[in-house]
T-cell receptor
Framework: QITLKESGPTQVKPTQTLTLTCTFS??????????VAWIRQPPGKALEWLAL???????RYSPALKSRLTITKDTSKNQVVLTMTNMEPVDTATYFC?????????WGQGIVITVSS | EIVLTQSPGTLSLSPGERATLSCRAS???????LAWYQQKSGQVPRLLIY???SRATGIPDRFSGSGSGTDFTLTISRLEPEDFAVYYC?????????FGQGTKLEIK
């Protein structure tokens, strides 16, 4: 059974850097074709894909946020980390990580991040 | 970047009716890389369809996907009360992912 869980601070101040960790089980990020993605959803709004890292260390970023995002993986810990710099109130959202196989097959429960001074 | 436009924004139907949701891409998407998700209020999105027409594990056969190129459709043959939710299409093209803005399926 595949599970993922997001962790990190629930509140950050404007201009700070957000670091989120996705801890997963039930699959390996060394398996060909597998990836872990980050997606966010502001309150009442649509889903927005942020970044994805593949088993071979290939990484992809949303063009709109590329300059602010870094995604890394630690296969020994079964973790994927997303950092987002220069946080603003508009970045307030629920942040999800998800297992990428055929589509985003399994999602974490999400973590609500509030950006406020 | 490929932009996905979903229509209608809101669809009002009754249980037992057929629902047809549209997703149009700004440029051609490989059919293998088009997915549909369902999100109920306060819940995590759930994968329904991948590869434009393949149902994910455990998805009832009243859900079906079709289309290719720039035009894709999600059809729910007979609506059940639990089907009323927001539906998103998502594509993977040119190595980047995008979601549509969603279609809200509400009870009439």
């Amino acid at each position: 059974q595949i599970t993922l869980k997001e962790s990190g601070p629930t509140q950050v101040k404007p201009t700070q850097t957000l670091t989120l960790t996705c801890t997963f089980s039930g699959f390996s990020l060394t398996t060909s074709g597998v990836g872990v993605a980050w997606i966010r959803q502001p309150p009442g709004k649509a889903l927005e894909w942020l970044a994805l890292i593949y088993w071979d260390d290939d990484d992809r970023y949303s063009p709109a946020l590329k300059s602010r995002l870094t995604i890394t993986k630690d296969t020994s810990k079964n973790q994927v980390v997303l950092t987002m710099t220069n946080m603003e109130p508009v970045d307030t959202a629920t942040y999800f990580c998800a297992h990428q196989g055929d589509g985003f097959e399994v999602w974490g429960q999400g973590i609500v991040i509030t950006v406020s001074s | 970047e490929i932009v996905l436009t979903q229509s209608p924004g809101t669809l009002s139907l009754s249980p037992g009716e057929r629902a047809t949701l549209s997703c149009r891409a700004s440029q051609s998407v490989g059919s293998r890389y088009l997915a549909w998700y369902q999100q109920k209020s306060g819940q995590v999105p759930r994968l329904l369809i991948y590869g434009a027409s393949s149902r994910a594990t455990g998805i009832p056969d009243r859900f079906s996907g079709s289309g290719s190129g720039t035009d894709f459709t999600l059809t729910i043959s007979r609506l059940e009360p639990e089907d009323f939710a927001v539906y998103y299409c998502q594509q993977y093209g040119s190595s980047l992912y995008t979601f549509g803005q969603g279609t809200k399926l509400e009870i009439k």
